[in-house]
């Protein structure tokens, strides 16, 4: 407080603080004792849209070998076992990240190869089916998170956030960082995956309704723009193919255009 000479009171001028600092004056400090971003802080991005809103990617999954390719380079580490029992789920089962991310060790089955999505897009909750590759795949981090504290499926490995939940950017981040690593040049996000899974189904000849209920789309209208990721080479492929039309001797020859009986 200052004093003036008539007596009165006046609250003195604080100074100006950084987002990043409390009001304690004291810098926050991350896990490794750096200062934080105000980027990190809450309220700094508050009514401002993100770089990407509004912007839509072209259905371009990747193909089987670049998955393969990603998969190997993860390694065998913990950090490895980690990605590539995730891309297992969202390759195999066609999760969503954040369907994938909220799963528990109670959600999956094995025996019945059976995933239990609890809450779904819009709050729905449905029961899926993984391919036995898919849990083979995902069976080496099982294995290493029973060492880890109990709490959902994917979680943070080190530090003393250790068994929280693995965030959605620090997934995303490294599918990229193993993408770059294995030479996949072509944008390697987890809805790519999903993409894949339904286009692999698509040319297995699974039902599309089958594959509708597989994904959790309430009408078989998203389903179809998923399967726009098919090659234009592997339709004109696949029509090119197509056998001859077949008629039969006692039909009776059609009349061609611009002919009189």
């Known amino acids: 407080m200052v004093v003036l000479a008539c007596g009165l009171r006046t609250p003195a001028r604080l100074p100006a603080v950084s987002p990043a600092e409390p009001m304690s004056g004291s810098v926050v400090l991350d896990a490794a004792g750096r200062r934080r971003s105000p980027a990190t802080m809450p309220g700094f991005h508050a009514g401002h849209p993100p770089r990407n809103k509004g912007l839509r990617y072209p259905a371009d999954p990747p193909t089987v070998e670049e998955i393969v390719a990603v998969m190997r380079i993860a390694g065998d580490g913990l950090h490895g076992r980690r990605l590539r029992g995730l891309v297992a789920v969202l390759w195999r089962a066609g999760l969503r ?32 089916g993984m391919d036995d590759w898919g849990w083979q795949e995902l069976e080496p981090w099982l294995i290493a998170r029973v060492a880890l504290p109990i709490g959902p499926l994917f979680c943070v490995i080190n530090g003393g956030t250790r068994g929280r939940p ?38 297995e ?20 723009v998923y399967l726009q990721g098919i090659d234009n080479a592997e339709i004109i492929q696949t029509v090119h193919a197509r056998r001859a039309p077949m008629v039969p001797v006692t039909t009776s020859r059609p009349a061609l255009p611009g002919t009189s009986h």
């Open 205 to 224: 000849g699974v039902p599309l309704i089958v594959i509708q209920r597989q994904l959790g789309h309430s009408n078989l209208g998203i389903t179809s």
């Open 166 to 203: 693995w965030t959605t950017s620090g997934a995303r981040a490294e599918l990229r960082r193993a993408a770059a690593r294995a030479g996949v040049r072509r944008r390697f996000a987890p809805h790519q995956l999903r993409h894949a899974h339904a286009v692999e189904m698509a040319r």
């Open 97 to 128: 990240i954040d369907e994938a991310l909220a799963l528990r060790e109670p959600d999956l089955d094995r025996r019945r190869g059976s995933i239990l999505v609890r809450r779904g897009k819009g709050g729905r909750r449905r029961e899926i």
